[in-house]
């Protein structure tokens, strides 16, 4: 997965929260459990994510 941050709840030690990167393209959004960062990770097109934190009241 390219370069990542943490979510803004993250406690610090990379264990509670999830990780959002830009695909190398730029054509879809990465996110994954920090937790189980080999594991699956949901893609979405920018687009949908720009909707997902409309809804969610941040940006």
Avoid: Q, Y
Avoid at 34 to 57: E, V
């Amino acid at each position: 997965m390219p370069a990542s941050r943490a979510g803004a709840s993250s406690s610090g030690d990379g264990n509670d929260c999830v990780e959002v990167a830009m695909s190398p393209g730029a054509d879809a959004v990465l996110v994954r459990d920090s937790k189980n960062a080999p594991g699956d990770r949901l893609t979405l097109a920018p687009a949908a994510w720009t909707d997902f934190l409309g809804s969610t009241g941040r940006r």
